[in-house]
């Protein structure tokens, strides 16, 4: 089982639509967790860090639930520019220190 | 501006070649990190650093090395001995302690001529 799994999607949603990606982890340790941005052929970007409160960012909220070990990400009113890969990162603390595993990403398409 | 800067972008490689990438950073991160991603998967760890002069091996470490000789900069040799290095190449830097995210520079495509 992969440390990190993510539905890949595609998911093609129309523009204003409301959006949710999952995403389970399997370490208990895991200790941190955020949401990662990568556009085609792009370095991945830092989209926000999740806590177990729950947070909001704009249109995005991410929600932790660590009895079920499940992270996830709501956008609402989609635009087209955020059609992207979404990808899921989990972080555990190891004796060399923090240790970031990341889901293979779910794709999001936004259209007229 | 504070950032990751990745050389080269794009680099080809001859069969036996060993090539070194380039990473440098000005955030003051103590943390650096190689990952390399291939289609279809998630970033994988090649290697990663907390301080000069010393760095681990990550999950994937076999045909690569690197060297931590100072805080800004983490170059990335791939050696003739990785079979299959047709990737993309990213850098990262964070601070040090846990919940602090990763910061990645733009990459670098290698291929093999």
């Known amino acids: 089982r992969k440390e990190v799994e993510q539905d890949p999607g595609p998911f093609n949603v129309p523009e204003g639509a409301t959006v949710a990606f999952n995403c389970t982890y399997s370490n208990s340790a895991s200790q941190s967790f955020f949401w990662y941005r990568q556009d085609c052929r792009k370095e991945p970007k830092l989209l926000m860090s999740?806590?177990?409160s729950g947070n909001e960012d704009g249109r995005f909220t991410a929600q932790l639930n660590r009895a079920s070990q499940y992270i996830s990400l709501l956008i609402r009113d989609s635009k087209l520019s955020d059609s992207a890969t979404y990808l899921c990162?989990?972080?555990?603390?190891?004796?060399?220190?923090?240790?970031?595993?990341f889901g293979t990403g779910t794709q999001l398409k936004v259209e007229l | 501006d504070g950032g990751i800067t990745q050389s080269p972008k794009y680099l080809f490689r001859k069969e036996g070649q060993n090539v070194t990438l380039s990473c440098e950073q000005n955030l003051n991160h103590d943390a650096m990190y190689w990952y390399r991603q291939d289609p279809g998967q998630g970033l994988r760890l090649i290697y990663y650093s907390q301080i000069v002069n010393d760095f681990q091996k990550g999950d994937i470490a076999e045909g690569y090395s690197v060297s931590r000789e100072k805080k800004e900069s983490f170059p990335l040799t791939v050696t003739s001995a990785q079979k299959n290095p047709t990737a993309f190449y990213l850098c990262?830097?964070?601070?040090?302690?846990?919940?602090?995210?990763?910061?990645f520079g733009d990459g670098t495509r290698l291929s093999i001529l």
């Open positions: 999740v806590y177990s």
């Open positions: 990162v989990v972080n555990r603390v190891t004796g060399g220190g923090n240790k970031l595993t």
């Open positions: 990262a830097s964070s601070r040090l302690g846990q919940g602090q995210p990763q910061h």
